[in-house]
Each structure stands twice: as structure tokens, then as C-alpha cells.
T-cell receptor, first 114, second 111 residues
């Protein structure tokens, strides 16, 4: 049972480049989330999804897009990377009523934009 | 602005000592979760508190939810080196169930 798997684990981008982060979960969870983690800021929600085909904005959505075409996958896209998007990105998933259960996190993607 | 605040941001503890980290919200929370993140790792769920005044224990960890459901605390007794990491609280702030994370308390333990 792999849980939540993120791809890639590390990436260096040049300013203006685009990329997609992939999150896959094998727990049949309805809810999926993308967070970014910066020193002293905790985890901030970028986008989330309450089910296949649905997405919604979180606290810090600007500069990111997401898609949830399949229940098990949640993709995070950066269309034109900026140095301010240098961060560690975590994907998470949860099940249960209104997300009121524990969130399972992936191992994280460390992204550097130069 | 951030509605869920955690203090202290940093805690240096001698092995064997007790310490407490606090989580405060500007609004009433439906429930609160606590996570632990080891250095270089990912957040791992510890516990969820739902009821006003609820207290839960996990071995040396004691979690409390305030009567007004605006604050919570995590108390660790007889700290061990395995307790090293950052402890986050996450409060449920809206009807859907989104959780807002605090900035975390980074715990360093010296032998």
C-alpha cells in the first residue's frame, strides 16, 4: 500500500518555465489537497478537490492550476514559474465526511526556481 | 491573514523535561488536528479533537481542546530525542472542512 505518492521529488526550474507535479493516492479518498510549505509559514493550502472532476481555490492559488480528471490523481501545474514559487510542495488526501478525518501526506516535492 | 496561530515557534528542550505548545484561533473551530513532521519528512497525523474541553492522551503526549473551541494545546512529558520535529495544529475553519495550519512549533531536544 503506497499511500500518497508525489512525482518528482526534486526539481529545479528556470523563471518562466512550466511544470506539472503529480500526486497519486491508492486509498480511494475523495478529498485531495495541494499545500506549499515555506519556513515560518506552516502549510498553506493552494488548491483542493472534493471529488473527481472538481477543484477549488485555497489560500494561495495565484500562479497555480490544478486538475482532477481521475479520482486517484491530482495534478498541480505551474504555467510560468517565478522565484517566489520556490518551496516544498505537499499533496495530501483524506476521506470521510467533509474531510473530517486525518490527512495522509506525500513525501513532498522540493522545487527551486532560479 | 492567518487565523490559526501557534506559539512558541521554536522550543529547545532538555531531554527528560516537559513542554507545551499552544494553538490559538481568532474564530471558533469545529475541530482541530495535530500533526508531527520530522526533519526532512512529511506531516504525519497525530490526533483529532472535536468536543469542547476534550482531552486525549497518547503515551507521553496530552492534547487538549479549549472550552470555547478557540485554542488547543499539546503537552509532552519526559521529552525524548524521538520527539524532535515540528508540531503543527490544523483547525477546521469552514463548513466544508478545510483545515488551516498553524506555522508550527519546531522542537529541538538536547541529550
Amino acid at each position: 500500500n503506497a499511500g500518497v505518492t508525489q512525482t518528482p521529488k526534486f526539481r529545479v526550474l528556470k523563471t518562466g518555465q512550466s511544470m506539472t507535479l503529480l500526486c497519486a493516492q491508492d486509498m480511494n479518498h475523495e478529498y485531495m489537497y495541494w499545500y506549499r510549505q515555506d519556513p515560518g509559514m506552516g502549510l498553506r493550502l493552494i488548491h483542493y478537490s472534493v471529488g473527481e472532476g472538481t477543484t477549488a481555490k485555497g489560500e494561495v492559488p495565484d500562479g497555480y492550476n490544478v486538475s482532477r480528471l481521475k479520482k486517484q490523481n491530482f495534478l498541480l501545474g505551474l504555467e510560468s514559474a517565478a522565484p517566489s514559487q520556490t518551496s516544498v510542495y505537499f499533496c495530501a488526501s483524506s476521506s470521510g465526511t467533509a474531510g473530517d478525518t486525518e490527512a495522509f501526506f506525500g513525501q513532498g516535492t522540493r522545487l527551486t526556481v532560479v | 491573514g492567518q487565523q490559526v496561530m501557534q506559539i512558541p515557534q521554536y522550543q529547545h528542550v532538555q531531554e527528560g523535561e516537559d513542554f507545551t505548545t499552544y494553538c490559538n484561533s481568532s474564530t471558533t473551530l469545529s475541530n482541530i488536528q495535530w500533526y508531527k513532521q520530522r526533519p526532512g519528512g512529511h506531516p504525519v497525523f497525530l490526533i483529532q479533537l472535536v468536543k469542547s474541553g476534550e482531552v486525549k492522551k497518547q503515551k507521553r503526549l496530552t492534547f487538549q481542546f479549549g472550552e470555547a473551541k478557540k485554542n488547543s494545546s499539546l503537552h509532552i512529558t519526559a521529552t525524548q530525542t524521538t520527539d524532535v520535529g515540528t508540531y503543527f495544529c490544523a483547525g477546521r475553519i469552514d463548513s466544508w472542512g478545510k483545515f488551516q495550519f498553524g506555522a508550527g512549533t519546531q522542537v529541538v531536544v538536547t541529550p
